[in-house]
């Protein structure tokens, strides 16, 4: 409907060329018909550009939460919070796609979140993706610039990295399709040291997929996780911990090392889709409180007006399993060093809209010697546009 306006005028300017050529009085009936012939190219070159103007693509979402959190080392709070995300698209070919998000939340890496607070402040906004991804062929993909993380995350759970996480640096990926293998391959550029060596992650992640009767799907595989010099520097976004060792000079304890292994498996129950999951990942380079586990399962899909899904998930991520920056920023208050359940819900409303509730039970500090219950709900409106 946007190019309406220049679909009108182009017909007005047939009908005034018609017009014309009709006062013109043109010598034969054939002049007249090539005059209108051309101005339909015209026009045919006009719906040609607007196809092409239609492959740019915008999409989005907002999202409306309440959150009430229970720490028993401090007070009460609840607070509500929005996150909006503006996403812009272009299919520069069939092969090769260009996109940009704007997003909320600021600099922090791993949450959109904005509260609402601040005197009616204005609220931050920047660059949450910037990237291209080249499809090389029907298998392989060529991701580049700041993009959505490429690896495999079992049961889409947050032990390793939060599902906000946009990755930086170059990826490629590999789908078989159906039954077969996976396999993604990555170097991001974590934090560039005018003073030192740069903290580089390469990333390689292989699985298989395959049919295992009665419809269900198994995904298998493992990942390993290799940090370039994080021991003896301040840990990233802030220099806060978040839960990982300090050595005495407030910078990281050990070096980041870390071998995953997962599997995912869906099926349906009651004639309806259930996930089962399970993870497990290790710091190779860490002597104590090296290793996190997370298991728990999805039933049901709010994918359609009227739909509701239900979940749980155990975790118990030690305080030097992973970087704690990069983990789930909600899960006992954000990082590492906590166990617990996480309770979930969701209800489709409309196709636009879905209702979302979670619930954190989880015990945190246990690393740091200070061992405390930590409870967490969070109740959201979310639109889709």
């Known amino acids: 409907m946007k190019y309406a ?21 043109p010598s034969s009936t054939a002049e007249l018909r090539a005059e209108i012939d051309a ?52 299919e520069l070919g069939d092969d090769l796609t260009v996109g940009i998000t704007l997003a909320t939340g600021g600099s922090n890496p791993v949450s959109g979140n904005q509260s609402l607070d601040g005197g009616f402040t204005r609220k931050d906004i920047g ?61 991001f550029w974590v934090e560039e040291r005018s003073g030192g060596n740069d903290a580089i992650l390469y990333a390689l992640q292989g699985g ?4 295992i009767g009665n419809g269900a799907t198994l995904r298998v595989g493992g990942s390993v996780y290799n940090y370039q010099d994080t021991q003896g520097f301040i840990p990233f976004y802030l220099g806060n911990p978040q839960g990982n060792t300090l050595d005495g000079f407030g910078n990281l304890a050990t070096d980041y090392d870390l071998v995953e292994l997962f599997a995912q498996v869906d099926l349906e129950a009651g004639g309806e889709p259930l996930r089962l999951f399970f993870d497990y990942v290790e710091n190779t380079e860490a002597n104590n409180f090296e290793t996190g586990f997370a298991l728990g399962f999805r039933w049901r899909s709010a994918s359609n007006p009227g739909d509701w899904e239900l979940g749980w998930s155990y975790e118990d991520l030690e305080a030097d399993a992973v970087i704690a920056t990069f983990t789930d920023s909600d ?47 969070q109740l959201d409106i979310n639109f889709m546009f």
């Open 5 to 25: 306006p220049i679909a009108a005028l182009s017909f007005i300017g047939l009908l005034t060329s018609v017009a014309g050529a009709q006062q013109s009085q």
């Open 39 to 90: 101005l339909r190219a015209r026009l045919d070159q006009l719906d040609e550009t607007t196809a092409e103007r239609n492959r740019i693509e915008f999409s989005g979402d907002l999202r409306y939460r309440h959150e009430t959190i229970n720490d028993d080392a401090a007070p009460g709070r609840n607070r509500h919070r929005i996150r909006a995300r503006i996403n812009l698209g272009a």
């Open 127 to 187: 660059f949450d993706r910037a990237f291209f991804a080249w499809d090389i062929n029907e298998e392989l993909t060529l991701e580049g610039g700041k993009f959505g993380n490429p690896m495999f995350r079992p049961g889409g759970n947050h032990l390793i990295f939060d599902s906000d996480l946009n990755t930086e640096g170059l990826a490629l990926s590999y789908d078989g399709g159906g039954n077969g293998v996976f396999a993604n391959i990555g170097g």
């Open 208 to 211: 298989y997929r395959m049919m």
């Open 331 to 377: 899960f006992g208050g954000g990082g590492t060093d906590a166990k617990g359940h996480i309770l979930r819900g969701a209800y489709r409303l409309r196709d636009n809209v879905r209702l979302n509730g979670t619930y954190f039970i989880n015990e945190r500090g246990e690393a740091a010697g200070n061992p405390r219950d930590y409870d967490r709900l």
